[in-house]
């Protein structure tokens, strides 16, 4: 695998993983309880992620236009 298939799989994973994170406050919303701060931070490191990698898949074709191939 060369390293635009994993920068890809690795932002589907990244994801996912937000996803279940941001599901997983709405339900600790939904129970009546209020969670911890810090947990409202969680998202932000696979958002982050998520954001360099999508950056990358996005500047990828303009970078190989300029290249010839």
Known sequence: MNWS???RQLHRWL??????IVVGIFI???TGTE????VYFLPLFPLGLLMLSGLYMFVLP???????G
Do not use: D
Not at 35 to 38: D, L, Y
């Open 5 to 7: 298939m994993w920068i």
């Open 15 to 20: 994801s996912i993983i937000f996803t279940a």
């Open 28 to 30: 600790a919303l939904g």
């Open 35 to 38: 969670p911890a701060q810090w």
């Open 62 to 68: 303009y970078a190989a236009g300029r290249r010839g």
